[in-house]
């Protein structure tokens, strides 16, 4: 598989969660990282912990936002591997109570903002390069209620690269699915409740434990490198989707 080292990285979410764990990982891989997210603070204090030696960029952008977004691109220049892992609390009211403008804000956070880091990343992005998107359990596992929203989102995702797949050949576009891992968005979502939930979802899934940001970044770096994998999905969730 190709090498990582040298490499440019931009990491969509990569402040926090599974985008610094990919962040982390490519770093150690050799690779030079552009970290993304809303927060200006947030980003410099991540690029303290990654003391990446210079390696580090950080810039802030808000993915529902399209001028940000092509910022972003033209601010990081030529790179060669995208990686949208930027997460937010999803919808989680049942159907009959759905709050629209809470769904039409989770959707241009999510889809809306995977369609402009596409449109905008195919002016900078090398040739050989790839983009990774993010969906996830919910699709294959709907929370309930208020699952549906969610579900929609994440499942729409597979569809969306392999079509991409087509449009944008060779770049190559594929997708990482995990299972529940523990960041700081369950903080936000269910606060100190957060343990107990991980205890039983650990109880139940073959590895016995909700996975770490550290144990789901090698299906990133893993999609960047092979250089013959392109419109497929990677599940990554410890067996979740089987109970």
Known sequence: MATLAGKKIIVVGGSSGIGFGVAAAALESGA????VGRSADKLKAAGKRLA?????TGVAADMANEADVARLFDTAGAFDHLAATAGTP?????????????????VDSKLVGAVMLAKHAMRTLKAGGSMTFTSGINKDRPPIPGGSV???IAGSFSYFARALALELAPTRVN???PGWVDTEMWDEI????????????GARIPVGRVATPADV???????????????????????????
């Open 190 to 201: 269910v606060g100190q409740a957060k343990v107990g939930y991980f205890d039983q979802m």
């Open 217 to 243: 970044a090698p299906a990133y770096l893993y999609l960047m490198q092979n250089e013959f994998m392109t419109g497929e999905t990677i599940h990554i969730d410890g067996g979740q989707r089987l109970v």
């Open 90 to 106: 999803p919808p989680n009211f049942p159907i009959v109570e759905t709050d629209m403008a809470f769904v039409r804000q989770f």
């Open 150 to 152: 969610v579900s929609a």
């Open 175 to 177: 997708i990482v699915s």
């Open 52 to 56: 990446g030696a210079g390696r580090v």
């Open 32 to 35: 030079e990282v552009v970290i």
